[in-house]
């Protein structure tokens, strides 16, 4: 048996986050099977009852994968209820290239790339750069509140 992982999100808006997280981690969004023109219509044909289907789902990508087939597919999943506490699991997006190099490049590295994701609708919460600590990190929250560090 292979086994394969799936990061299942819950969310309000799937399109917007597959578009956010698409950005933020180059993964592309993934295109409905055999040929249907959305995911909605693949779920109908499927068997899917239309009324099992919230308004809207599906007529959006809602799931982003990784274009060199290492990471895991990750699914926005629509649910009526917010995001109302701290995450329990979050993405680290390791960009730095870890402590054997200098902090200076790491720390250019992440700036990079919190600038890239704040343009595509992140938020800063706060910078982890205590003087003297050889370590440098941005915690920061997707649009609809998920938090992930830039390390």
């Not at 399109?15 to 909605?40: I, N």
């Not at 402590?99 to 800063?124: F, M, P, Q």
Request: aromatic share 8%.
């Amino acid at each position: 048996m292979e086994l394969t992982l799936q990061v299942t999100i819950d969310c309000a808006d799937p399109g917007r986050m597959a578009a956010f997280w698409s950005e933020a981690l180059g993964y592309v969004p993934e295109p409905p099977p055999g040929g249907h023109p959305t995911w909605r219509a693949y779920w109908l044909a499927a068997g899917v009852p239309a009324e099992e289907l919230p308004d809207g789902a599906g007529e959006t990508p809602e799931s982003v994968v990784d274009p060199s087939g290492r990471g895991p597919r990750i699914w926005f999943q629509q649910v009526p209820e917010p995001k109302v506490t701290k995450n329990r699991i979050h993405f680290d997006l390791k960009v730095g290239g870890g402590s054997t190099v200098d902090l200076k490049l790491r720390t250019e590295r992440v700036d990079a790339t919190v600038e890239r994701v704040v343009r595509a609708g992140a938020t800063v919460v706060r910078t982890t750069d205590e003087p003297g600590m050889d370590h440098y990190a941005v915690l920061l929250r997707d649009p609809e509140g998920n938090e992930f560090c830039v390390v």
